[in-house]
């Protein structure tokens, strides 16, 4: 009877360390526990697949490190199909922090497929206001970057010879650990009826059901299981999916504790009707 | 007066000028916004200035009160450090300021992040509880869609993910979209209020 009464109460200490030990253990020693596609990161996968070459993909890098493990294997999977498909990529970031991130992208994916800077990707950066900036990429993108990140004039880049505004760019693709995708809808697909997708923290996704329902993202990716989704659909298992293992076991982890402690809290409910 | 009656009329004017610029098509109104969007962006580069200088003068002012000094001290630090490291070395790829933030600033941000795992199984363990019907509901759709997002869902079975799913494309939709349209109204109004010099809160008192 102590026992159960004690599965009420375990010091949070004990499972921290049960915790720790979960993460540990998967992330030395992978499980491979299969990853199924849902159909949010299908639906973006195939958007971008049907892309007819030279298409233009906005990679909009809107969160910093805090979210890094969760949204960095997004960016870089998509950066990675889309050079892969030969379409081109625009970089930029709406958030400060985003900028280091980005730049890492853009310094090693475009090398693995052999494409050319300013012609085939380029990296425009970070603009401070999220609203004068999505307007603004609607008008024309070489007046609100009028350089890019490096430092070379947007009008000399051969990307920008066919690429002014939201027209011509098949979609944008904002990764976040905040609401900033709900903003690229509020602007650009409100105002330029622009197509947007997304890749948001785990904890965020459910937020962004409704605009998926209404067909204003073409796609969603959740967390890092979306991640590792898309990992798996562009055949390229990377930083997701060694990290799923770990986080399914965490989740279990987490279902039984809950389990133990409703045991606990069940049998500490009778004895005092009692 | 002037500091407060000057920024509401600025404020009431573009507030009209902007609403219904939205619907007049000529090329007239189109430089109109155009030039807006160069302003706003103009004022925004001032606005992180402003932030910077703020944070400094606050973190001065706690330093001199000997208020939770090693922090201050560390913050002005590193402003001041990697500023200068980014005006003397550049920004560029595997530079030292590059170096700074994804070996310093990726780890740390990283770290505060993922111990919230920690606490959120801790005060899942202990906040869980089945007490009423409706905390059961919860309990059982979070046990469905936490198995049903993780690979473990599909090998137990595969409605498993489907149903998963369904939580989240219906009952979880049904909600958030009453609270997007009601948050939808309320931005509505929050803008009229602030256009007419009602809503007042923005002027800083």
Same mark, same amino acid.
């Given at each position: ?6 599965? !009420? ?24 526990? #299969?990853?199924?596609?849902?159909? #949010? ?33 997004? !960016? ?93 760019? !098949? ?74 293992? !770990? ?28 | ?10 404020? *009431? ?5 902007? *609403? ?16 807006? %969007? ?116 599909? %090998? ?50």
């Amino acid at each position: 009877m102590k026992f159960l009464e004690y599965l !009420a109460k375990i010091d949070r200490r004990i499972i921290y360390l049960i915790l720790v030990i979960s993460i540990i253990i998967p992330l030395i020693k992978p499980l491979n526990l #299969p990853v199924g596609t849902s159909h #949010p990161v299908k639906s973006l996968f195939d958007f971008i697949e049907k892309q007819p070459e030279g298409a233009v993909i906005l990679l909009s890098v809107d969160y910093d490190a805090s979210v890094y493990p969760e949204c960095h294997p997004m !960016a870089r999977a998509i950066a990675r199909h889309v050079l892969s498909k030969n379409l081109r990529l625009i970089c930029l970031t709406l958030n400060p922090a985003g900028t280091g991130l980005a730049l890492e992208i853009i310094t090693q994916i475009p090398n693995e497929y052999n494409k050319k800077y300013g012609e085939d990707y380029v990296f425009l950066g970070f603009r401070p206001d999220i609203t004068a900036t999505i307007l603004g990429l609607g008008e024309d993108i070489r007046k609100i970057f009028p350089y890019d990140y490096f430092g070379n004039k947007t009008d000399t880049l051969k990307i920008f010879k066919d690429v002014k505004n939201y027209d011509n760019i !098949a979609l944008v693709v904002s990764i976040s650990g905040s609401a900033l995708p709900v903003s690229w809808i509020y602007l650009a697909r409100g105002r330029y009826g622009q197509d947007i997708a997304a890749g948001v923290t785990a904890v965020m996704a459910a937020d962004y059901y409704p605009y998926l329902r209404t067909g204003q993202f073409v796609g969603l990716l959740g967390g890092m299981k979306g991640a590792a989704e898309y990992e798996k659909l562009i055949n390229k298992k990377e930083l997701a999916t060694s990290g799923m293992d !770990a986080i399914s076991i965490s989740h279990i982890l987490i279902i039984i504790f809950v389990i133990i402690g409703n045991i606990g809290y069940i049998f500490v409910l009778k004895r005092r009707k009692k | 007066m002037l500091q407060k009656q000057v920024p509401m009329f600025i404020c *009431f004017l573009m507030g009209l000028l902007l *609403f219904f610029q939205f619907y007049i098509p000529a090329s007239w109104s189109q430089n109109f916004y155009n030039t807006i %969007l160069r302003w706003i962006l103009g004022i925004s580069s001032f606005a992180i200035v402003l932030g910077v200088v703020s944070l400094i003068r606050h973190h001065l002012r706690k330093i001199r009160k000997k208020e939770d000094l090693p922090y201050s001290i560390t913050l002005i630090f590193s402003i001041f450090a990697t500023t200068l490291i980014g005006f003397i070395g550049g920004i560029k790829s595997g530079t030292l300021f590059d170096k700074i933030f994804n070996y310093i600033q990726i780890p740390l941000q990283s770290s505060m992040f993922a111990i919230l795992a920690f606490y959120m199984a801790s005060a899942a363990y202990r906040a869980f509880r089945a007490r009423n019907v409706e905390a059961t509901l919860l309990l059982l759709s979070a046990f469905v869609v936490m198995i049903g997002v993780i690979g473990i869902g599909d %090998l137990i079975h595969p409605f498993v993910p489907s149903f998963a799913q369904w939580i989240l494309d219906v009952p979880n939709l049904a909600a958030k979209r009453g609270i997007a349209i009601g948050v939808g109204l309320g931005i509505i109004a929050t803008s009229i209020k602030i256009i007419l010099g009602i809503e007042r809160n923005w002027l800083g008192r």
